[in-house]
């Protein structure tokens, strides 16, 4: 059974930066195509970033980027999200995502494209 498992989330001022993991199991990591979504209260689910099959590629909603960077490592069979600069905005809880692939360098922005889902960590950030 494939499960995705976050952590990293916390309480931080605004400003402040963390590390969120979430770590795959049951499942051939190097041939999913991973993401990271947010879910604020109240709101739908967005797109956060995403990151290739190999890597090579990745993308970012115009609300995060520059202040987030998503990376794997497969070794690890985990995928990360270094979120800095943090914004009150920013607060929701923090999905990731994974869905196999045939193709390894697109980048999949839609969370109808994933087929596996963590529990979610919370981000929540002080004013």
């Known amino acids: 059974q494939v499960q995705l498992v976050e952590s990293g989330g916390g309480l931080v001022q605004a400003g402040g930066s963390l590390r969120l993991s979430c770590a795959a199991s049951?499942?051939?990591?190097?041939?999913?195509?991973l993401g990271w979504f947010r879910q604020a209260p109240g709101k739908e689910r967005e797109f956060v970033a995403a990151?290739?099959?190999?890597?090579?590629?990745?993308a970012y909603a115009d609300s995060v980027k520059s202040r987030f960077t998503i990376s794997r490592d497969d070794a690890k069979n985990s995928v990360y999200l270094q979120v800095d600069s943090l914004k009150p905005e920013d607060t929701a809880v923090y999905y990731c995502?994974?869905?196999?692939?045939?193709?390894?360098?697109?980048?999949?922005?839609?969370?109808?494209?994933?087929?596996?889902w963590g529990q979610g960590t919370q981000v929540t950030v002080s004013s």
């Open positions: 995502a994974a869905v196999f692939v045939f193709y390894s360098s697109r980048c999949y922005t839609e969370s109808t494209d994933y087929t596996h």
């Open positions: 049951a499942l051939t990591f190097s041939v999913y195509a």
């Open positions: 990151i290739s099959r190999s890597g090579g590629n990745t």
